[in-house]
């Protein structure tokens, strides 16, 4: 979808959405009738793309990887079905449920489910402090997005796109980096490589000069992880959404 070097991820990609899709289903259909589920093929592809890159870079495949994969992408649809609900409630019976207020906080709340139930199945149990930890992250951004969306600037878009996107992205990297053995001074760089990843995903449609200084920021870790031949993956993905090439979102 994104480059020759990114389709190598494709076939695990897909077994972790089939993973996710499987999940969808419910008795009264399927959630997707209740809330928005649509996302950008980059939304789609970059959170379980960095998990499996980490296993690549350690020569790891283990199915935990695929598990963490849909782990972390349950817990970006849900956060971001809660943050596309309306702040008042639309008076009509004929209202599509997706664009009211009720049903896209239950599906949001299912999902957030799912990502524990998950995170059980795969005997990944002790990653849900630091999951859950994100989670208050994201929120805490959209709070900060509230509080001040009269009067945004650079400083405190910074700050929502870290709280709201970029840390996710660092803890699903620094995560892998401990589920496949990488040692401790490399699942810290794999943190802030996630973490200046995320920023400039986060900011690659707006008019931020921080992008080029996460993007260097970012190359810098990389440059510090193992000399494996997969680097070329995350260098890859960084100069895709480094170049906007359509594919990114935006945050603020």
């Known amino acids: 979808m994104s480059g020759d070097v990114l389709v190598c991820l494709q076939e695990d990609i897909q077994?972790?959405?089939?993973?996710?899709?499987?999940q969808l289903l419910i008795k009264a259909g399927h959630v997707g009738d209740y809330a928005h589920l649509e996302f950008s093929p980059m939304d789609n592809f970059i959170h379980p793309a960095v998990v499996l890159?980490?296993?690549?870079?350690?020569?790891?495949?283990?199915?935990?990887?695929l598990s963490l994969g849909a782990i972390v992408q349950f817990?970006?649809?849900?956060?971001?079905?809660?943050?596309?609900?309306?702040e008042t409630v639309v008076?009509?019976?004929?209202?599509?449920?997706?664009?009211?207020?009720?049903?896209?906080?239950?599906?949001?709340?299912?999902?957030?489910?799912k990502f524990f139930t998950t995170l059980c199945?795969?005997?990944?149990?002790?990653y849900l402090q630091p999951l859950a930890e994100i989670i208050g992250y994201i929120h805490e951004g959209g709070i900060l997005k509230k509080v001040n969306q009269n009067r945004l600037n650079n400083q405190i878009v910074s700050e929502v796109t870290r709280l709201e996107v970029a840390e996710?992205?660092?803890?699903?990297a620094s995560i892998a980096g401990d589920v496949v053995g990488a040692p401790r001074e490399d699942q810290m760089l794999l943190y802030e490589f996630g973490l200046n990843l995320g920023m400039v995903y986060g900011l690659s449609q707006g008019k931020s000069y921080d992008?080029?200084?996460?993007?260097n920021?970012?190359?810098l870790r990389l440059d510090k992880l193992p000399n494996q031949s997969e680097k070329i993956i995350f260098e890859h993905l960084l100069q895709r959404i480094q170049l906007n090439d359509g594919m990114a979102r935006k945050v603020v």
């Not at 008076?91 to 489910?113: A, C, N, R, W």
């Not at 199945?121 to 002790?126: E, T």
């Open 15 to 22: 077994t972790i959405h089939h993973k996710i899709k499987g």
């Open 53 to 65: 890159t980490v296993g690549r870079l350690y020569n790891c495949r283990s199915p935990k990887l």
């Open 75 to 86: 817990i970006f649809m849900a956060s971001q079905i809660h943050k596309q609900i309306p």
């Open 91 to 113: 008076q009509s019976h004929t209202i599509d449920p997706k664009d009211g207020t009720q049903f896209p906080v239950l599906v949001g709340d299912y999902l957030y489910g």
């Open 121 to 126: 199945d795969a005997g990944l149990l002790k």
């Open 168 to 172: 996710l992205l660092a803890g699903a």
């Open 211 to 215: 992008i080029l200084t996460h993007y």
């Open 217 to 219: 920021q970012a190359k």
